[in-house]
């Protein structure tokens, strides 16, 4: 699974000065190329290099966050960089230890990043076209140092607001075609489930439209919980909230509602809501009802109403593709 990172001294200085050159404008070639050791992430900056598998990487950014809201927190342990040989562009992943707990209603999780489960998963996946591509290699220290290929596109969540001229209009016009994707996307998830993996962080920007194949692919599998119910459940509220998402066009919020429409919010109780995030709401049905029963029957497994939730993508799938049918 692990390939040893090379020795930097493969690569003179000029050497790769005269690769960076190839691929980096005049005005942005650095004076000097610093290679640096892969064993600590916070070493490795703008313009470094690494060299892993016999390729020398060209640092730029770090990339950036958008968990809980936090749009602009930057990932240190995530780099983009410029694939010397090739000039592609590539995500640097290193490991990173970070550890949560989750809650979904009475349920917690325990939740760490696991480097070691995205190396899997990325082996499982391989030739994939629905999932994020990448191969692992060790750093210097010895632990498992992902490298991606890197997806030219935006995100489920993006997408979703640019569509429509109201809400009305999205969901008969737009809304058939994107919950046609997501189908497919769950059906991918499925693929992993299958194979005794879970996602682990799911959520609507980690589901990106690939601008070069037109498809949705899953990207970062580094996210790892436990719960003693059911091994997939976080995986499967993850999915519950995108549908939920994408069926009101956006996040329906009870912020919102008590600005834009109270006599609406004086309707919903606590069994409307969603029920990881109590300020969204998740029964649709009340806000728009033009949503047809079957698909807002889907939308209340995700509820604070909820007695039965689903408990895998085989049982969510049969109730979205009944739904949709009924959208043609």
Known sequence: ????????????????????RRWVPPERVPGRVLIKDTSDFFQVDYDNVVVLGGVPYLVRNNEREGRFGIEDQQK?????????????TKIL??????????????MVFECVRSPLKEARILNIVRGRPDFMQGET????????????????????????LTLGSS???YFINHYPGLLSEFITAV???GFLHENGEKHGDIRRDHLLKDTDTGRYRW?????????RANKFSYDMFGLGNILIYITGRGDVTTYNLSHDAPDTLSRLNSDDLNIVFNYRVANLGKIYPYIPGPLNR?????????HVYYLNTAELLADLKEAFSMLK
Not at 76 to 83: C, S
Not at 219 to 227: E, V, W
Request: charge should be negative.
């Open 76 to 88: 240190f342990w995530v780099k983009r960089a410029i694939d010397l040989k090739t000039g592609k």
């Open 298 to 306: 889907v939308l209340l497994h995700f509820s604070g109403g909820a």
């Open 167 to 169: 809400h009305e209009d």
């Open 187 to 189: 059906e991918a998830i």
């Open 219 to 227: 990207i970062d599998f580094d996210y790892n919980y436990r719960h």
């Open 1 to 20: 699974m692990g390939k040893t990172s090379d020795k930097a001294c493969r690569y003179t200085e000029e050497e790769l000065l005269e690769m960076v």
């Open 93 to 106: 992943k290193w490991t990173f230890w970070e550890k949560f707990t989750g809650r979904v209603g009475e």
């Open 137 to 160: 290699f060790m750093d210097a220290a010895g632990n498992p140092l992902r490298i991606m290929d890197f997806i030219n596109g935006k995100s489920l969540g993006d997408i979703t």
